[in-house]
Each structure stands twice: as structure tokens, then as C-alpha cells.
């Protein structure tokens, strides 16, 4: 069983920076690939970020390229999301997301977290 747990969120002032984690806990095998989304309300969900585990090879949306940075460490299983300059534009539900293969943009994932909220005030 694969579980995704997301600490991290809350609130944080416009300039600032946030991070949020994902704590990948997974039975047996290795998911090579683990995955940032977003949604506000009213809008469609948004991929931020991914990373492809065994190469840290990674992608960022342009709407948090250059202000953001998705890591991982192995020890702890846990994929980061740090982006800083943070706008209220940023305000979403923050979702992480795992699959064995990185899927195709648009694609769906096999494994969600619950979510954490972000919010960004002016």
C-alpha cells in the first residue's frame, strides 16, 4: 500500500517562501517518480513540479520556474517543494503525487496525498 503524507503548508506572507514535504511511504518496490500539484478553487489543477527519483531529473511549471525547487532525500523517503517569492496567486491546495513510471503531462497519477493548503497573503 503506497501512502502519501503531506506535512508542511499554512499560511505565509506575499515575498516569503514555503515548503512543503511529502513523505512517500510504499510497500515493496520503488515509485520512480513523485510529483507537486495545485488547485484553487474555481480553477483547474495545476502541475508545479515533478521529479524523476532514480536521476533527479526534474520539470517546473513557467508559473514557479526560477522560484522554486523540488528535492528529495532518500533517507527519509520524502519529496520537497521549496518556492520562494511566493505571490497570493500561489494560494492552492497543494497535492503531492507518486506513480512507478512519470506519467505524461495531463496524464493521471496512481497515488495521492489528502492535500495542504497554501495560502499567500498580501
Known amino acids: 500500500q503506497v501512502q502519501l503524507v503531506e506535512p508542511g503548508g499554512g499560511p505565509v506572507q506575499a515575498g516569503g517562501s514555503l515548503t512543503v514535504s511529502c513523505a512517500v511511504f510504499r510497500y515493496d518496490y520503488s515509485l520512480d517518480c513523485v510529483g507537486w500539484f495545485r488547485q484553487a478553487p474555481g480553477m483547474e489543477r495545476e502541475e508545479v513540479a515533478r521529479?524523476?527519483?532514480?536521476?533527479?531529473?526534474?520539470y517546473y511549471a513557467d508559473s514557479v520556474k526560477g522560484r522554486s525547487t523540488i528535492s528529495q532525500d532518500n533517507a527519509k523517503n520524502t519529496v520537497y517543494l521549496q518556492m520562494n517569492s511566493v505571490k497570493p496567486e500561489d494560494t492552492a491546495m497543494y497535492y503531492c503525487a507518486a506513480d512507478w513510471l512519470c506519467p505524461s503531462r495531463g496524464d493521471n497519477w496512481r497515488y495521492w496525498g489528502q492535500g495542504t493548503q497554501v495560502t499567500v497573503s498580501s
Open positions: 521529479i524523476y527519483t532514480p536521476g533527479g531529473v526534474t
